[in-house]
């Protein structure tokens, strides 16, 4: 049983950076992609960035494109997510994900929802 666990969320100055991390427990570290996700109050989950498992391809989504860096440790098992120059518009609840498929791409974000394991999230919000 894979078991992902989502920290690093909390309450952000507007302007502010945070960085996020994922722990995966449970099983064997394999080579999927990892990801995050948020999900906004009122509205559906958004998918914010992959990364394959020798971090040697990254994706990111216009709505974080530029002002945040993935990256995962294959030895600890751990995802990161750095986040900068943070926005109200960015409080969210973020999860992370693992799975799905193995090349990081657009379409993972709709692989690993069916395919996938997921953590339970981490609320991070952004004050004006």
């Known amino acids: 049983q894979v078991e992902l666990q989502e920290s690093g969320g909390g309450l952000v100055p507007a302007g502010g950076s945070l960085r996020l991390s994922c722990t995966v427990s449970g099983a064997r570290f394999e080579e999927w992609v990892m990801g995050w996700f948020r999900e906004r109050p009122g509205a559906g989950r958004e998918g914010l960035s992959c990364?394959?498992?020798?971090?040697?391809?990254?994706y990111y989504q216009d709505s974080v494109k530029g002002r945040s860096s993935i990256s995962r440790d294959t030895d600890k098992a751990m995802l990161y997510l750095e986040l900068n120059n943070l926005k109200p518009e960015d409080t969210a609840m973020y999860y992370c994900?693992?799975?799905?498929?193995?090349?990081?791409?657009?379409?993972?974000?709709?692989?690993?929802?069916?395919?996938?394991?997921w953590g339970r999230g981490t609320q991070v919000t952004v004050s004006s």
């Open positions: 994900a693992a799975g799905g498929d193995y090349v990081c791409e657009p379409s993972w974000f709709s692989n690993v929802v069916d395919a996938g394991w």
């Open positions: 990364i394959n498992y020798g971090g040697t391809e990254t």
